[in-house]
Each structure stands twice: as C-alpha cells, then as structure tokens.
C-alpha cells in the first residue's frame, strides 16, 4: 500500500513537473527535428548495420516497424528520401562534406532531446575555461554519433536474437508440440520492450548533463517504456483512423510521421520527467555532471509593483 501511494505521489508531481516545464512545445521542437535528422540518422544506421548483415534483411526489418508506426506510405516516403541522399561524391573533399553534414544533421535531434532533459534534469552546462563552448558542442556530436552507432548495434542484435528465437522455437515445436502462443509473447512484447528499454537507458543515461544512478535510470527506461509501448498502439489507432493523410494530398505521409514524432516525443518527455521525479523522491541520486550546475526557476516579487518576475538561480 506504502508504493502505491509514493508511485502515486510521483505520477502527480511528474504532470505537475510535465505541465510546469511546458514540456509539450518542447515535443513539438524535437518532432520537428525529427522530420530533418531521421533520413540521414536512418541512412548512417542502414551503412552500419548493412556492413554486418544483410542488407535486405536490415531494410525490411526497420521500414516494416516503421510502417507499423506511421503507415506504409509514410515508410515508402522515407525509403524513397533515403535512396536519394548521396554522400559520395567524385572528389574526396566534396566526399567529407556530405559526410560531415549527414553526421551533423542526423544528430541535431539528439542535442535537441539534451536540451529538454537538462531542462527537466534542471541542470545546465557552466564550463569556465576557454573553449568549453567549443569542446561541449563536440562531445555532444560524439555522443550522439555513439548513440546512432549503439541504435544499428542493437537492430542487428534484435534481428539475431528474432532469428534465434524463431530457430529454437521451431526445435521445441518439433519436440514438445504447439508453442505458438510462447513464441508470440517473446517476438511481439517482452523483445520489442526490452530494445526499447535499452534505448531509453542509454538517453536517460548519457544525454542530459545530470549523473543519474543506474537502477534509477533501468527503472525509469522501463516505465517509459511500457507507456511507449501502449502509446504506440493508441497513437497508430489515431493515426489509421483520421483523415490527415488524404486532407494534405502529397504532404500528408510527412504530416503523419510528424504526429506520430509528436505524441511519441511527448511520451519520451513525461518518462524522462517521471525518472527524474521518482529518482530525486526516492533516492536523490540526480546530480549535475563535474562541468556542469544545478538550475532552479523561482519565482520572486518585485518590491515595487505587483509584478512576478522569474529569476533562475544555480
């Protein structure tokens, strides 16, 4: 009855938090990066995991969950964009450049996901040396970059262990009998919700400028989880049953990717703010990293006047 009331508790301040941060304009920021870094993002992750496996296998795999999210013209349309995206260029130097402003463009959504977890983190980065601004814009590349690069690791782990699992079913289906609805549990939910799992520990983990202990950020990553996972099939419900697509004619599968970029930013957001409300409620391992300083809004009365003016204080 006690962690009923304290998870409770936390769910209320995590919308009171949600609401106060004005986290949903924060959503709409970040799905509108979305729609410039998820061609080239999609295209880097295809270049890796391609080198590792097949390369037919790897498309069918992404733009077939892709399709399940925002349709299949909005996967097509994304399929379509990435063929056109040409990196290699006759000259070497002409060759570096469109490498370079695919790496960038495809991590601008990441630096843009840091700056609102630092806001619900309430940290921010106060370097003092000269250059800091230089040298925190570079990490911030890399580790975005580290994380494209962990995104097409896990996808050819996913397709491995999908493949293991089909394989050893079908040994134990051949030994046991029907295992039809085992094998449903593991591909279609417990799979899916462990790499997604693992792909919000490594955001909550890395991104914000904040220290967050592991097991906070492994409970956390789960509940966001769960709530992307039903998030996912209401917001697919919505999409498939709306007219948005046909209303825009030629725009409307990119309308449809921006949506769904939308409710799944606002879904990512309130799991980043329920991590942070339960780990500081329950306990208080969220710290600013070395360079950086914890941020707090408050609110101060002018002595002349009524007027209510916002201070931010570190």
């Known amino acids: 009855m006690k ?25 709409a920021a970040l799905s509108y990066y979305t729609i410039f870094s998820l061609p080239p993002m999609l295209l880097i992750i295809l270049q890796i995991a391609t080198q590792f496996y097949g390369e037919v296998r790897i498309k069918e795999a992404l733009f077939g969950e892709i399709g399940k999210l925002v349709g299949r013209e909005g996967s097509m349309q994304l399929m ?28 601008t959504v990441f630096v843009t996901m840091q700056d609102a977890l630092n806001k619900i983190f309430e940290v921010r980065a106060s370097g003092q040396t000269k250059g800091f601004g230089i040298l ?12 494209l690069i962990s995104i097409a690791f896990i996808l050819m782990v996913s397709l491995a262990l999908d493949a293991l699992i089909s394989s050893f079913g079908k040994y134990i289906e ?34 914000p400028d904040a220290k967050l202990a592991w097991k906070d950020t492994w409970v956390g990553a789960f509940i966001t989880a769960i709530l992307f996972s039903l998030g996912k099939y209401l917001i ?16 409307g599968s990119i309308l449809v990717i921006m949506i769904w970029a939308y409710y799944a930013s606002a879904i990512f957001l309130f799991g980043a703010t329920f991590t942070y409300v339960r ?23 002018m002595e002349k006047g009524a007027d209510v003016v916002a201070v931010t204080t570190d």
């Open 3 to 27: 962690i009923i009331k304290t998870y409770w508790t936390v769910l209320k301040e995590s919308f009171a938090k949600f609401s106060a941060d004005d986290m949903l304009s924060r959503s």
């Open 80 to 107: 379509n964009t990435i063929n056109k995206l040409d990196i290699f260029a006759p000259t070497w130097w002409a060759t570096i450049i469109g490498i370079g402003a695919v790496v960038f463009t495809s991590t």
């Open 279 to 301: 780990a500081k409620n329950l306990t208080g391992n969220v710290k600013p990293e070395d360079y950086a300083v914890r941020v707090k809004n408050v609110e101060v009365k």
């Open 236 to 251: 697919g419900f919505y999409i498939g049953n709306s007219s948005t697509a046909n209303l825009y004619d030629a725009a």
């Open 136 to 147: 925190k814009m570079l990490r911030d590349r890399a580790i975005s970059f580290a994380l």
């Open 174 to 207: 051949s030994t046991i009998g029907d295992i039809s609805l085992v094998m449903l549990v593991l591909t279609s939910i417990l799979l899916p919700l462990a790499i997604i799992t693992l792909l919000f520990a490594l955001l909550f983990k890395f991104l």
